[in-house]
């Protein structure tokens, strides 16, 4: 099974943002992915016209999607487009949850109403129920990051309660296979509550690799992660479309 990641596309009713946004959807398209997730921060203007530009794109592959909101996303505007899909009833949080196969995905809305960090807190009871509901093979998705990334200056808007949430996924037994975000608009990879937890690179414009006070040019074009589910392992491929 194919889950296909998309992150960050900021679109904002320009033409520069879908043009990138189209350069990964071109190279995705042939892969015919089994399930899409985007982990957040979908638009961060002209919301309405944005959400319908890239509900579009999703909607032209044909399988299951999922989406959860970023810091700059607006949560009206994203629940209008996106709320009846989802059974969203009201603007926070966004959460979604569904199962394709034999694979779980829950997208987590970590976000903070007028922050850019994000916070796990208060939906940890809900995750936990829907753990709960049923022992199937998850990978959970949100925005923000739980775990430091060491990159300079990126880390002072994390999830907070990372330690909490890693207490939810651990309690879940074997379940949760991963957790991948967004955010920092950079590809990475990690472990999370001792497990494969990833970052996924940006459709907008890539944030410089900055570590230790060290740094060089940003080359980064737009990217995407495509995570292989296939017996019982998890394997995440970084794409970069140049
Ligand atoms: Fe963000």
């Given amino acids: 099974m194919i889950i296909a990641q998309l992150s960050d596309i900021h679109a904002n009713g320009s033409s520069e943002r879908l043009e990138r946004l189209d350069a990964v959807v071109d190279w995705l398209m042939p892969m015919q992915p089994d399930i899409l997730i985007v982990s957040g921060d979908l638009a961060e203007d002209d919301f309405s016209q944005s959400y319908r530009a890239v509900q579009k794109r999703l909607e032209g592959f044909g399988c299951p999607y999922f989406v959860v909101p970023g810091n700059v996303d607006n949560h009206a505007e994203m629940r209008d487009v996106f709320g009846r899909r989802f059974g969203w009833s009201r603007d926070w949080p966004l959460n979604v949850s569904g199962v394709v196969g034999d694979l779980r995905i829950i997208g987590l809305d970590v976000t903070v109403e007028g922050a850019h960090h994000g916070d796990a807190a208060p939906v940890l009871d809900w995750l936990a129920d829907e753990l709960r509901s049923e022992m199937l093979p998850t990978?959970?998705?949100q925005h923000q990051h739980p775990f430091p990334t060491g990159i300079?200056?990126?880390?002072?808007?994390?999830?907070?309660?990372?330690?909490a949430l890693a207490e939810v996924i651990e309690s879940a037994g074997d379940s949760v296979i991963g957790l991948t975000c967004g955010h920092v608009h950079r590809a990475l990879f990690t472990r999370f509550a001792g497990r494969h937890a990833t970052m996924a690179?940006?459709?907008?414009?890539?944030?410089?690799?900055r570590l230790d006070g060290r740094e060089s040019a940003v080359v980064d074009p737009p990217g995407l992660l495509l995570h292989h589910w296939s017996e019982g392992r998890l394997v995440s491929h970084v794409v970069m479309v140049g």
């Fill in 201 to 209: 690179p940006s459709i907008k414009k890539a944030n410089m690799l």
């Fill in 152 to 163: 300079d200056g990126k880390d002072r808007n994390v999830c907070f309660n990372g330690d």
């Fill in 139 to 141: 990978l959970i998705f």
